[in-house]
């Protein structure tokens, strides 16, 4: 055999100790929301003072009581447990499911004007004003 047989042949032969496959990082989810850009910022149920709700660039916040749902997806997520948003988005519609485990629940927002979106939860419409 030549030289460069018998090197090609001690390559191919050669042990490989490390048989583990390369590990994935699978990175949590961190944006599962995607409000548009009319219903971004706090609403207070029309008539008080009394804020409700909260939408930033990536999270749903119900402010009483105080729950960000950005953190429970992330956390459920991070457990390896369902954790998702399917969104509808229209120019005056903002419609979401947030699925956290096995549980899911679903929003349903109208927008009236830049400054009031009606909140249609299935029993009564509640208006709500941008603070």
């Known amino acids: 055999m030549s030289f460069l047989a018998l090197s ?14 390369p590990q994935q ?31 930033s660039n990536e999270d749903f916040i119900l402010l009483t009581p105080y729950t960000s749902y950005k953190t429970v997806l992330e956390q459920t997520k991070s457990a390896g447990q369902t954790a998702k948003v399917d969104e509808t988005i229209t120019d005056i519609d903002y419609n979401f499911v947030i699925t956290v485990g096995a549980s899911s629940g679903s929003y349903k927002f109208k927008k009236v004007n830049a400054t009031k979106i009606q909140w249609i939860n299935g029993i009564n419409n509640i208006t709500l004003d941008k603070e």
């Open 25 to 55: 990082n699978n990175p949590i989810q961190s944006k599962f929301f995607s409000p548009p850009s009319w219903i971004i910022g706090t609403w207070v149920i029309s008539g008080t003072t009394t804020q409700y709700f909260k939408f």
């Open 8 to 21: 090609l042949f001690a390559l191919s032969c050669s042990n490989n100790e490390d048989n583990t496959p």
